[in-house]
């Protein structure tokens, strides 16, 4: 045996014995006890019912509540037109979709289109891109580190994906600009994610062994960066052959609702940017309201910045009441307001609802499931796992009883693509928003340019916003 396999190991059953597993036996459950436990169940009639109707069909449909289903209907009292629904298929770009949304719609009022829709897999490309260089500049930054480091064993678990926040959104389109889907449209790769990014996670890696590698043999900082854009060339090579090649100009014309066909124009995916859509993103702020946090303050997360030139993802910590506040007041206003939330949490997509209590699998199973929210962020039950679009309310006495949301996932959920949320779903669940700054109150704008305080990368707050 290795002598450092056998300290890994002796480290191994150290950790086991300090984590209180020193007695095994009394910490094993023997077969006496769990022929004991199993033989406490009551299986009477309706327990075999139970298991003949969950065994046999999909546990959703058993917990549906139907009150709740004939109770929530789809009618509010304000809505913002909206144009089409897209669908990020079987990818993780739901931040990306949800920010192309925001924006497309300003594309389609501005120039008078039936409908229209920006390329995802543009930025999807230059997104998985920049991710690559960032994971390629820490492993640089850190190459003095243990291989057991937590911060680096997390970076080289997930190098690239297609996971993000608002902020990646933000630096790729002001970087990289933006084009219509028609000119560079979804590929089999763009839409079902998971074996292109299995194999540039395996290049990735695999570069990292040889940049720590250089650094064990003593090459210094200098020479492990003369080293990267090599590595960015496969890199691209991967992203070429999986989404083709981005374009750098294209030819943009338009139809309007009258038939009316412009006069065409080339332009830049950055000219596209500033002259059609025009939206500036600068002017967005970040909100979150993670409880297990203190509120008022700026927060950001360690070893997160999107692109190596930008900042750590950061986001303006307030009690949910405020964040709601500053939605509503954006929503009313006639924009659309990007936000994240635990979708998995009492919805049922089939019919497009986030509606509190809406699946009972307490009654169902007969155990008790709920807990406060603070303790289901810091007991990792509740995540960010899904970004989408508020684009209507209904308002009664001046309070919002439902939101109307524009989700992602084609036409066949809930009403066409969109989706309805209660006002306590929106409680529990929503936990970012980003509204312009001018619906933010002065004193919490003010904390979005102050020094953020620094959080691990596996604080609870951003094992929430890993959206994938």
Known sequence: ??????????????????MGFAQVPAAALSAKTSQEILKSMIVDAPTRAAINAVSNNDIRGLALNRDILSRTDDVFSFKLPTKGITNQESSGRCWMFAGLNLMRQEV???WDMEEFELSQ??????????KSNVFLEYVIATRDRDIMDRELSNVLEQPVGDGGYWENMVGLVQKHGVVPKSVMAETNSSANTGRMHGILKMLLRRQAMTLRNMAESGSKEAALRAAKPEMLQDVMRVLVLNYGIPPTEFEWRTTDTSGTVSEPQTLTPQEFYQQVIGVDLS????LGSYSHQPYGKNYAISATRPMAESQDVSFVNVDIAVLKQCALAALLDSNRVWFGCDVGKESYSKKGL??????????????????PKTERLNYRDQTTNHAMVFVGVDMLKDQPRKWRVENS????????????????WFDEYVMNVIVPKRYVPAEIARLADEKPVM??????????????
Do not use: Q
């Not at 897999?121 to 920049?130: I, P, R, V």
């Open 108 to 110: 389609i009022k501005k």
């Open 1 to 18: 045996m290795k002598k450092h396999t056998l300290v890994l190991r002796l480290a191994a059953c150290a950790m086991f014995i300090s």
């Open 409 to 424: 996932w084609g036409k066949d959920p809930g009403d066409g693509g969109f989706f309805t949320m209660s006002d306590d």
């Open 354 to 371: 986030l509606v509190r209590g809406v699946l009972n699998y307490e009654e169902l199973f007969g155990v008790e499931l709920d807990m």
């Open 455 to 468: 959080l691990p990368m596996w604080d609870p707050a951003w094992e929430c916003m890993k959206m994938e």
């Open 121 to 130: 897999s543009y930025l999807a490309f230059w997104d998985l891109f920049e």
């Open 283 to 286: 002017e967005y702020v970040s």
